[in-house]
């Protein structure tokens, strides 16, 4: 690929970062009583039915001219 190291140093770190958040929420949520980690994995599921779904509102956008025509 031959990037310079400081980049595959940075992008290393990154993901090492990456790694260790998620780990430290694998471990809070093992932590959790039952009913609180059901109700956020309930969650969970619904904010990603939701972004998957297609049906995005978008808002209505009116083209103008540079010219003002």
Do not use: C
Not at 17 to 23: G, H, L, R
Not at 46 to 60: Q, T
């Amino acid at each position: 690929m031959d990037a310079a190291s400081f980049v595959i140093d940075n992008l290393t770190a990154q993901i090492t970062s990456y790694e260790d958040v998620a780990a430290k929420m694998r471990e809070r949520m093992a932590a959790m009583p039952k009913d609180e980690h059901t109700e956020l994995e309930e969650a969970a599921a619904v904010l990603r039915r939701v972004r998957a779904g297609g049906d995005h509102k978008l808002l209505p956008l009116t083209v103008v001219a540079e010219n003002g025509e």
